[in-house]
Structures are given as structure tokens and as C-alpha cells.
């Protein structure tokens, strides 16, 4: 198999029936970068850069930030890196930054963007050592946990404000600047049209946004199996996403686990996902179950089954005799 897969490495990421989708890998740290080269994935489509945060003692100063930055996007070479803004809180806590409000619901807490917007220097550093570091390339920027509109127009202020400062003072600013929201709470998907104009793309979290659909804790073992994202319910909401980011030709990408198991990412592509983003080691089998699929045949299927008459049961059956048979 993994013969297979370095033979698969250098060859283009097309379905049997010739429907180009980007494999896109999940990383945070250096020891991460070599992979990208060794899985063949198309670039980065997350980049967690709290764990930069996670793994020290006190807040990363400014240059060491900037530092990362600058060599994940060297490693790259290139090839397109989604930098998610600090995703901190929740159940990622950092030992160095407490805070005397004791939360009950941590995951319905303070982090992420709603951290970061209320502490706005945490923000403001991150944001001029990103953009520091891609002077010259492209950057792309994406914000985890966006609930309103508002918090990414008051993100793009803190952007706006940051490239006005760096340009006064002469530094070579990026040439492509795009901002994406991460789709994980659910109150977005009743203003996906909204989003969809108000960003350059967007990328699902699915880990998060099944958590708080179906409200059910991603990390409790005593419910680990009890509910399934390949439920007609939850594949709805993947396919409004898909759909609105094509109605309004806003990128769409997904990043959470469903992208790296083969069974799930065949399922994405059939529901209209043309990126996705894994972790490097499912680049190889997610990549070889595209390499024999019929999306087309997929997507009738989706066309017959997800809409008229459906329930709230699982299509996992379905498509995995549709995965057998193919
Ligand atoms: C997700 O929620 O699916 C996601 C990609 O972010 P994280 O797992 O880091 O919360
Ligand atoms: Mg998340």
C-alpha cells in the first residue's frame, strides 16, 4: 500500500471520471512541513497556529511567530497555506493564560475569534507577524469559531488596521491577501448567502459544527458512536455549504476528521466538495479511493436519497455497498 500511494504522490488528483479535487493536509508545527512534500498534498489547508501557543511556557513573542510563519510558507514552496488564526479555549487551554471566570460549557465558551477579538493586542501580533512573514506571497488568513458577520468585519478591521501600519513603514506587504471564516457554529448556516459575500472562502470544520449540530460533546467516549455524521441531517447541512459556496463562487474547503477517512471524503466529493484538508498520512488512501471514483454516479445517488422522503437515519449502508461496488 504504500507503494501505491508513492506512486500515487506525483500523479493528479482526479475521480475515475476525471473531477479534479484538492488534497489539502492539516499541520501546526515544523516536524509537520516535511510531509507536505512526502504525502504530495496540494498545500496546506490548515494551518492550527495555537499549537505554536500550546507547546510553550509563555506567549510566543512576536519574531517567533514570525519566524514559524516564515518557514512553514519557505517549506511550502509555493503551494497555498490557510493559517488559521489562534484557536485557543475552549478544551484547549494554555497553562500560562488564566482567567478567574470559571466556564461550565467551555466549548460554548471564551476562544477563539471571541478571545481574540476581546484581547485584541493577542490578534493585532499575530496578524503583523503573518503578514511580515508572506511579504511578497500570498496569505491566507482564516478565523476559527465564527458565530456573526461581525466578528469578521471587526477582524478585517484589526487586518486593514495592521497592513496601513506595515505599508507606512515600508514593509514589503503580501501580494494576495484573502480572509476566510471557518463554518463551525451552526448559526451560520442560516446566513450562508451573507457569509458567503463577506468572505474570499470558506472551510468547514466538521469535528466542531457535528459537535454543535447534534449537540453532542466531540470528546465524551460514552457517546463516541451514538450518532452518525453520515445521517441524512447532517449530510444536508454539508451540501447547503457545498451548494452556496457555488452559488456564490466562494471556495469552499473542509478540514475536519470526515475529510480524512476515505469512506467520509467519498462522500464529501459527492456531495459537491472540491477541497478538503487531512492529515498527511490519509492523503495516500483518501487519494486512491478518488482515483476509482464515479462522482457523477455519486452524486445521482446523493440526488435520489438525500432529499424526497428521507429520515433522520444514517445513509452509511448505502454508500458503503455504493464504495463496495465501486
Ligand atoms: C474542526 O473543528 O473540525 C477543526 C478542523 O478544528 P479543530 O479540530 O482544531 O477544532
Ligand atoms: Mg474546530
Redesign the pocket.
Known sequence: RQRLYRELRDKPSVSRDGVPVDLLMNAGLVVDLPQLAESGAAGIG?F?TELQFMVASTFPRAESQEQLYREVLDAARGKPVTFRTI?IGGDKVLPYFKHSTQEENPALGWRAIRLTLDRPGLLRTQIRALLKAAGGRELKLMLPMVTELGEIAQAREIIDREVRHLSRFAHLLPNSLKLGAMI?VPSLLFQLDELMQAVDFVSV????LFQFVMAVDRGNTLMADRFDPLSIPFLRVLKSIADAGRRHQTPVTL??ELAGKPISAMVLIGLGFRSISMSAASIGPVKTMLAELPVAELEALFEDNLSAGANDISMRALLQAFADDH
Do not use: A
Open positions: 490548515l492550527r484557536d463551525e470544520g466538521s469535528n466542531d478540514c475536519g
